[in-house]
């Protein structure tokens, strides 16, 4: 029970940040901008982005809610707070501003702090830091789908 107030409250964060981003990107994945880029020949159906971020949010929500009932410092709540804005950020710096190049700096950096969660608290998560290893695949492929289209456009 005293999960569940920390993991309701990383769900509407998690998936509020989702749906600002997706509101900020403008319909980029749609758009003719985005569909006339060279992508990658890995690229995946568009329904696999909406799986994948909804498994990765439930996982990292879980991750959340117990790694702050552990430990709840400033600093971590810090690097949280990075996280929330990268992941929204570089939809608008990818899809709505077409800013390839910085796009890459960001997911990069997203990519950064997620594996930072993993190896610097890993010792007391144990093995609920494999909930992160979704989110951590997830950001080695959209990376380099990203840079695919920075190297390839």
Same mark, same amino acid.
């Given at each position: 029970m005293k999960l569940l107030k920390p993991l309701l409250l =990383?769900?509407?964060i998690n998936f509020g940040g989702l749906a600002l981003g997706s509101w900020l990107m403008d319909n980029g994945p749609s758009s003719e901008w985005y569909n006339n880029l060279n992508q990658a020949p890995w690229t995946p159906p568009g329904w696999v982005f909406g799986v994948a971020w909804t498994t990765i949010m439930i996982c =990292?929500? &879980?991750y959340l809610a117990y790694l702050f009932?552990? &430990?709840n410092t400033q600093k971590l709540k810090l690097v949280f707070a990075l996280q929330v804005f990268l992941n929204v950020v570089w939809n %608008?710096? =990818?899809f709505n501003?077409?800013?390839v190049f910085l796009g890459l700096i960001t997911i990069t950096a997203l990519t950064i702090v997620i594996f930072y969660f993993f =190896?610097? %608290?890993r010792q007391e998560m144990k093995n609920l830091s494999?909930?992160?290893l979704p989110y951590m695949v997830w950001l080695l492929i959209a990376t380099s789908l990203n840079g695919y289209i920075l190297l390839n456009n």
């Open positions: =990383f769900l509407v =990292f929500s &879980i009932t552990k &430990i %608008y710096i =990818f501003q077409h800013q =190896f610097n %608290y494999y909930l992160l």
